[in-house]
């Protein structure tokens, strides 16, 4: 096939650490592994926000979420800001989904000439009640965010992305078939390793409980949380919800498994490529909404601002593309203009206000490490907006209304030692908050998050009403993976 192709896979809440590629002391990825080994894989790579539906939009939009102002779960991206999708439309690429969008609506002018097996917010509402903000007010009797089962077998999850990750083998082979001399690009959106943590027996088994590491920077060995965490640790509650340390243990076995199930299927898709020709003229992209904290101080989920909550893993491999590893700090941002180019558009007429920059370039380049790369958060648990900026050495975490945070990920990767109130950094942390501020003001832009959420709440019948609408946890599926899902 003559045309530039662009295939886009997108996982959910895939820490990128936990890869073979990146080093990981067990996991099993190898087929995520073998597409880093012939492509670029960026280190840096990080989420511009730490929950699904803001870092989605912003990924449809190539904008900043305080640019489109769709804060939390409640506020999907409807089509109503430019994206990706609409130009490549424009330009009479076909452009198709399959899989999870976390968008409003399937009628809605999204980008896309069709969405196959399409994912979208409940009720094109979303999660209203974790909007409620300032108080926030936890769901106490919902039910349990990691699922209510945990440990092998089978979920609606994965029944799910075994249905999605079919039908791009199968829509791969149709589009070798057709021959087109035109582009194509395809989304494909996977839902492993995001919670319920139920992981098929084959992958849930490649991870004895017996030997499993602990956690770092457990509560219940003296560690402090920062008040802001706290905060969103009190309205989660995730930890005190295991029915025993067994369970506890089977979670960490389940998402590594979910891993490993993400990575078979990543792998399928890959091989589909090859199986019908399509290798030599397409670009794969695999990615991810953002991480997940899995257990590290005491927190599970996203929503944060640690390495392992907002960084993302981004693996880019096809023609042209010669094997690498860059450290220079990218974004889900950079996606616009690398799948436009990808596509063969030149994506400098999009790019206005829009802070990407093509993977390929950032790749190509000299190495650019004070890069700034900024990520922000205003939803569930939070009653203040959180920002983080990365900027070389450097990750500054600023809270509204609390103290920061300040760590060194060259000589801390971790995140072990919050160097904020050490004198000796005073300078550093002075000269982080003046790059913070000169990309956005967080008083001003916490301020307006809540008054847009305040809006909202009143639009669907105020608090009480407000607080009944949306799930407690993740996404239901239809009992039918085949069918049109919402």
């Known amino acids: ?31 995520l592994d073998a597409l880093a080994r012939r492509g670029i894989r960026f280190t840096n790579a990080y989420t511009p926000s730490p929950i699904c539906v803001p870092a989605r939009a912003a990924f449809a939009t190539g904008l900043r979420v305080h640019q489109i102002r769709l ?3 409640a506020m999907p991206y409807t089509g109503e800001q430019r994206g990706w999708g609409h130009v490549l439309q424009e330009h009479h690429v076909r452009v198709e989904s399959i899989g999870k969008l976390h968008y409003r609506s399937v009628e809605d002018p999204a980008g896309f000439d069709e969405e196959h097996l399409p994912m979208h917010v409940v009720g094109g509402h979303g999660m209203v009640w974790a909007s409620i903000r300032d108080p926030f007010r936890p769901r106490v009797d919902g039910p349990r965010m990691l699922g209510e089962r945990i440990g092998a077998g089978e979920s609606s999850y994965t029944q799910y992305d075994r249905a999605v990750t079919q039908r791009a083998v199968q829509w791969l082979k149709e589009a070798a078939a057709r021959n087109e001399e035109h582009s194509f690009v395809l989304y494909v959106g996977l839902v492993a390793p995001h919670f319920p943590f139920v992981v098929p027996d084959e992958y849930f088994n490649l991870y004895p409980l017996d030997s499993l590491p602990e956690p770092k920077l457990h509560p219940s060995n003296g560690y402090q949380r920062h008040p802001w965490v706290q905060e969103y640790a009190d309205f989660m509650g995730s930890e005190d919800r295991f029915a025993d340390a067994q369970e506890r243990l089977r979670a960490f076995a389940a998402y590594y498994g979910l891993c490993s199930w993400l990575d078979h299927n990543v792998g399928q898709i890959v091989r589909a490529l090859d199986d019908s020709g399509l290798a030599d003229s397409t670009q794969v ?31 880019m491999a096809g023609p042209g593309i010669t094997a690498s590893v860059c450290e220079t700090p990218v974004d889900l941002l950079d996606l616009f203009p690398t799948i436009l180019e990808g596509a063969g558009i030149d994506p400098a007429p999009e790019m206005q206000d829009r802070p990407g920059r093509s993977l390929l370039e950032v790749a190509m380049s000299e190495p650019e490490p004070d890069r700034p790369i900024l990520s922000e958060y205003h939803a569930a648990g939070s009653n203040s907006a959180g920002f983080m900026l990365r900027k ?4 500054y975490h600023h809270y509204v209304g609390f103290r920061p945070e300040l760590f060194d990920l060259q000589e801390d990767p971790e995140e072990l030692r919050d160097l904020a109130e050490d004198p000796t950094y005073a300078g550093v942390l002075e000269n982080m908050r003046l790059a913070l501020y000169a990309i956005c003001d967080p008083q001003l832009v916490d301020r307006q998050a809540k008054a847009d959420q305040a809006e909202l709440i009143e639009r669907h019948g105020g608090i009480d009403a407000a607080h009944k609408l949306g799930s407690s946890t993740s996404t239901p599926v239809s009992a039918k993976p085949e069918e049109s899902l919402s």
């Open 1 to 31: 096939m003559p045309g530039k192709n662009v295939v886009v896979i997108m996982s959910d809440e895939h820490d990128p650490r936990i890869m073979g590629c990146s080093g990981h002391p067990f996991v099993k990825t190898p087929h």
């Open 71 to 73: 804060w939390d779960n």
């Open 285 to 315: 992209i695999y990615t991810s909404d953002h991480g997940d904290n899995l257990g590290a101080r005491g927190v599970w989920g996203k929503s944060t601002l640690y390495e392992e909550s907002v960084k993302v893993p981004m693996l």
């Open 392 to 395: 070389g050495r450097w990750k």
